[in-house]
């Protein structure tokens, strides 16, 4: 069962947008720039989140769906930085940034620097039930707790910003639309485990892709004595996907890339390593020229969700075996199988639940919930 989000009954919005510069349908109209500053007002925002946190009483915030802006699209106002904004908080290979990972309230303050600046990282940071710190395009904070956080409201305006009561945030029912909690989602528990093994013993499955980070993919070539060594090293909450081996036709493969159209290219290198590109037809030459130069093996895959053909799909649950993510995998056709069977439903639910029906198509790599515009 995936984890309910539940609403808070304190919700601000915290900007440094006067109110009384809002035209009458909301949208600012005064002279703000709605970067940051990297300076005194951007120091103001992480003083009034630290002091919502200890006017809530909490020290410990939660990371959910955290993620990286894609590689092909950049979708701030400020450029990305290298390492995201990550680096000092995080090992470069960002263990211990993934869903459900908890961190200091200082921790999840320089986040939230990191979200103001478009450095590249996005998250929501949460305690259940208790306190959530959404970020929004613009600077738009967006703060809950279930205290009315009185002495944080009047130090939020003593630092010059402006706090605004709300019934709700905006990002509550964009996750709601995201991740459809009324789905089935199928878990990486034993049964997926026991069925992975047998599809690797034989030679229907062959690769992992391990998505523990919005736009991020890891990608692990599977045989029957690395598997359980390969699981072990999984990051929490992850969503896994299985696919056949990738062919070693790698010349018929990059003469067939389109010649008007952007694809993923999942490649194997000379040395075992699995990477992968999203790539259009104006970087094919390089890629082939350059990452590409030495691949051993190749797949060419669609970027919808709609158009790629995995064997199936599974969330991590955690160590005593609940779905707490809320991110969902496409389900495909041995997915919608499985719901059948382990989740009996009456017809009529069956018909409309979600996950047994075949998805939308969504576009890869993008993240799954636009922060909330501010001015527009």
């Known amino acids: ?6 609403a808070l009954p304190y919700v601000y919005r915290i900007t440094k947008y006067d109110p009384a510069e809002r035209d009458e349908h909301g949208h600012y109209v005064g002279a703000e720039d709605s970067i940051s500053d990297h300076g005194a007002v951007e120091a103001a925002y992480l003083q009034a989140v630290a002091a919502f946190a200890a006017s809530t ?3 410990r915030l939660a990371i959910r769906e955290p993620g ?3 590689g092909f699209a950049h979708f701030g106002l400020e450029p990305t930085v290298e390492g995201h904004g990550l680096t000092g908080l995080f090992p470069p290979d960002l263990a211990g940034f993934h869903d459900g990972a908890e961190v200091s309230v200082e921790t999840g303050v320089e986040l939230v620097r990191a979200m103001l600046r478009d450095n590249g990282a996005f998250c929501s940071l949460e305690v259940e039930d208790r306190f959530f710190v959404h970020i929004g395009w613009d600077q738009y904070t967006y703060l809950g707790s ?4 009185d002495d944080a409201v009047a130090r939020t305006r003593e630092l010059g910003l402006f706090p605004e009561p709300l019934a709700a945030s905006p990002y509550e029912d964009a996750y709601e639309d995201a991740y459809d909690e009324t789905g089935v989602q199928r878990p990486a528990d034993a049964d997926f485990w026991a069925r992975l093994h047998t599809s690797v013993a034989d030679g229907e499955a062959a690769i992992l892709e391990e998505s523990h980070l919005l736009n991020v993919s890891r990608w692990h070539r599977l045989t029957s004595r690395n598997l359980d060594a390969v699981r072990a090293r999984l990051a929490p909450r992850a969503r896994l996907t299985i696919w056949p081996d990738l062919s070693t036709d ?3 493969a990059l003469a067939a890339l389109p010649d008007q159209d952007t694809v993923e290219i999942v490649w194997e290198n000379s040395d075992g390593r699995i990477a992968s ?3 259009d037809d104006t970087q094919f030459e390089a890629l082939t020229a350059t990452r590409l130069a030495d691949a051993r093996a190749i797949a060419v895959l669609p970027i919808t969700e709609d158009d790629r053909r995995p064997l199936f799909t599974a969330v991590l649950p955690d160590a005593d075996g609940v779905l707490r993510a809320r991110w969902r995998t496409t389900p495909t056709a041995s997915d919608r199988t499985w719901a059948r069977e382990r989740v009996p ?3 009529p639910a069956l018909q409309d639940d979600p996950c047994l029906r075949p998805a939308a198509p969504s576009p890869r790599d993008s993240p799954p919930t636009p922060r909330p515009p501010g001015r527009h």
Do not use: K, Y
């Open 146 to 149: 279930t205290e009315p956080c």
């Open 1 to 6: 069962m995936t984890a309910q989000r539940g």
């Open 57 to 59: 009483g909490i020290d």
């Open 345 to 347: 439903l009456p017809l």
């Open 277 to 279: 590109t999203i790539a």
């Open 250 to 252: 790698v010349t018929a």
């Open 68 to 70: 990286l802006a894609p």
